[in-house]
């Protein structure tokens, strides 16, 4: 899911975990879905977040 030409995501963003987030799983950022790594850990489903980093085609969320 993850697309290495275009990221979805910028510092600041924000969204919602599509699932469960076990330090890596999809989120939908601006309308878009990606993958990205959980600075928080485990997140639930449904839990709204926020970008912290974008680095080597990854993008880093923590729960808002």
């Keep these: 899911l993850r697309n290495r030409n ?10 919602g975990a599509v699932t469960r987030l ?7 950022i601006g309308g878009r879905l ?5 600075a928080d850990g ?4 449904g839990t709204p977040v926020i ?3 974008v680095e080597d085609a990854q993008i880093t969320v923590k729960k808002k």
């Design 6 to 15: 275009v990221l979805a995501g910028h510092a600041g963003d924000e969204g």
């Design 22 to 28: 076990a330090l890596i799983g999809n989120a939908d």
């Design 34 to 38: 990606v993958e990205v790594k959980s």
């Design 42 to 45: 485990f997140l639930d489903e």
């Design 51 to 53: 970008v912290v980093r």
